[in-house]
């Protein structure tokens, strides 16, 4: 009796059980190595944790910019409403800005706009310059988190998405959990500003390895579901 259908069977589900990043895309669609796989999601997971990360650490601290720079609730309220409605603007524009520039570049360019954001809102003296931080923070974030998941969706193969999609869930909630106990930390043992200070050193890294490890790759048009999957995911998010 022949032992290869027990064989092939066993080789399945091996191969089943290998995690996303083990198993990183023998078969992309772009052609990318499975070490350049691997880089790719390591850099669009630090990245993703960055723009997370700085988001609920600044939220609960709405108080404390009240206090600082004497202003109203209403006016305190406004670091988290700009950042959200300019968030949406750069969700709509990602999908648009992904058809027609290579993706490295647009990557880069969020980031850098984060960065940006994170400077003013650091040397801010008014709050006036916290919110543009914040709207200039957020319109980066809504490039940088669809853009995340639809380059993801477009170097994995379709049977691979859902554990790609729950590591990056799981990497992206981890972040916005421990977010408000770093902020809450940081503001009472140093200074507000130390929130913005705090993700610019993990900026500038994820800035490096866009440039270093990211091919130049265009988008497809599949990718239009993934841009869809990151405003619901991120705009969870921002509730907290």
Same mark, same amino acid.
């Given at each position: 009796?022949?032992? @290869?259908?027990?064989? !092939?069977?066993?080789?399945? &589900?091996?191969?089943?059980?290998?995690?996303?990043?083990?198993?990183?895309?023998?078969?992309?669609?772009?052609?990318?190595?499975? !070490?350049?796989?691997?880089?790719?999601?390591?850099?669009?997971?630090?990245?993703?944790?960055?723009?997370?990360?700085?988001?609920? @650490?600044?939220?609960?601290?709405? +108080?404390?910019?009240?206090?600082?720079?004497?202003?109203?609730?209403?006016?305190?309220?406004?670091?988290?409403?700009? /950042?959200?409605?300019?968030?949406?603007?750069?969700?709509?524009?990602?999908? /648009?800005?992904? &058809? &027609?520039?290579?993706?490295? %570049?647009? %990557?880069?360019?969020?980031?850098?706009?984060?960065?940006?954001?994170?400077?003013?809102?650091?040397?801010?003296?008014? #709050?006036?310059?916290?919110?543009?931080?914040?709207?200039?923070?957020?319109?980066?974030?809504?490039?940088?988190?669809?853009?995340? $998941?639809?380059?993801?969706?477009?170097? %994995? +193969?379709?049977?691979?998405?859902?554990?790609? #999609?729950?590591?990056?869930?799981?990497?992206?909630?981890?972040?916005?959990?421990?977010?408000?106990?770093?902020?809450? /930390?940081?503001?009472?043992?140093?200074?507000?500003?130390?929130?913005? @200070?705090?993700?610019? +050193?993990?900026?500038?890294?994820? *800035?490096?390895?866009?440039?270093?490890? $990211?091919?130049? *790759?265009?988008?497809?048009? &599949?990718?239009?579901?993934?841009?869809?999957?990151?405003?619901? @995911?991120?705009?969870?998010?921002?509730?907290?």
């Amino acid at each position: 009796m022949s032992n @290869a259908p027990i064989n !092939k069977v066993l080789i399945n &589900k091996t191969s089943t059980n290998e995690s996303p990043i083990n198993e990183a895309s023998q078969s992309s669609s772009d052609g990318l190595s499975n !070490k350049q796989v691997q880089q790719v999601l390591l850099t669009l997971l630090l990245g993703g944790t960055v723009v997370s990360f700085s988001n609920s @650490a600044l939220n609960p601290a709405i +108080p404390v910019f009240m206090s600082v720079f004497d202003v109203d609730i209403v006016m305190g309220g406004w670091v988290l409403n700009a /950042y959200v409605l300019a968030m949406s603007v750069g969700l709509m524009l990602s999908g /648009y800005l992904n &058809k &027609k520039f290579p993706f490295r %570049y647009i %990557y880069l360019a969020a980031i850098f706009g984060f960065m940006l954001g994170l400077v003013i809102g650091m040397l801010a003296y008014s #709050m006036s310059f916290v919110i543009i931080a914040r709207a200039i923070q957020g319109l980066s974030g809504g490039l940088i988190i669809p853009l995340s $998941i639809g380059m993801l969706y477009q170097i %994995y +193969p379709q049977q691979q998405h859902g554990r790609v #999609m729950a590591l990056w869930g799981i990497v992206i909630m981890m972040s916005l959990a421990f977010g408000p106990l770093v902020g809450a /930390y940081l503001v009472e043992q140093f200074a507000w500003w130390t929130l913005f @200070a705090i993700t610019l +050193p993990l900026s500038m890294a994820v *800035m490096a390895m866009v440039w270093w490890l $990211i091919p130049d *790759m265009r988008s497809y048009e &599949k990718r239009a579901l993934s841009i869809r999957s990151g405003l619901s @995911a991120y705009s969870l998010g921002c509730l907290r």
